[in-house]
């Protein structure tokens, strides 16, 4: 690559960056159901047509911006991860729940771009999975060391849910147990419920001392996929 061509791209880079921010601060003021790139363009001082040759559509500005938030917050996971022994299994699953927990109180807005309300007339296309997937692969590793380690606790399953069960085991983690694959997708729902009734204000008037009730209600969902303490 030329001078040129290397100036361009890094130019090409910071402009794409300042769009990006521009939409954040519009999704924390309106929402994102209301951003528009025209009033993304006139923020940053630009033709709505140049913005276009960045992000041809509100869609693939979204995109862009749902693909950051879920890395943001698999990135954070990941490093609270690595801090933790591989052997400590409940310790790496709660690390994880809270690195996710301190990354949306942090970030509020893109968290509610993520796991809030969808944005109307907007479905997220497949190139959003292998970000979105990021705590949840975190998870599944966790459960899979367990799994091959010291082992897991016995996990009850109703035989009517059994052929769930062994399709989501085969979708999700093909090595692991149907029950512990059942077990995995409800404790991934039950956190971000958690953070989202926290960030949303559910928790108002119920819980006080939330990090701690947190730290606990994690430690409980480590328990409720089978890993023993």
């Not at 309106?30 to 025209?38: C, D, F, V």
């Not at 996971?77 to 690390?95: L, N, Q, S």
């Amino acid at each position: 690559m030329s001078t040129a061509q290397g100036a361009r791209a890094r130019a090409r880079i910071e402009v794409a960056a300042a769009i990006k921010d521009e939409a954040r601060r519009q999704l924390a003021a309106e929402g994102a159901a209301k951003l528009s790139l025209r009033a993304v363009a006139r923020a940053l001082g630009m033709v709505s047509s140049a913005l276009y040759r960045y992000f041809p559509s509100r869609d693939e500005l979204l995109t862009a911006l749902i693909i950051d938030a879920y890395d943001s917050l698999g990135e954070a996971a990941e490093a609270a991860h690595g801090a933790v022994a591989d052997t400590e299994h409940v310790r790496r699953w709660t690390a994880v729940c809270e690195a996710a927990r301190a990354w949306a109180l942090a970030h509020p807005h893109e968290y509610a771009l993520i796991y809030g309300s969808p944005v109307p007339g907007y479905a997220a296309p497949e190139t959003t999975v292998p970000a979105a997937s990021r705590v949840g692969l975190l998870f599944i590793g966790i459960v899979r060391d367990a799994h091959q380690g010291p082992g897991l606790a016995d996990l009850p399953l109703p035989a009517e849910l059994r052929p769930e069960a062994e399709r989501m085991a085969a979708d999700l983690a093909p090595d692991l147990p149907p029950e512990a694959a059942v077990a995995l997708v409800a404790a991934w729902a039950e956190l971000f419920g958690l953070v989202g009734f926290e960030l949303f204000g559910q928790f108002h008037r119920v819980v006080e001392d939330r990090e701690t009730f947190f730290r606990h209600a994690a430690a409980r969902l480590a328990h409720g996929v089978g890993l023993r303490p």
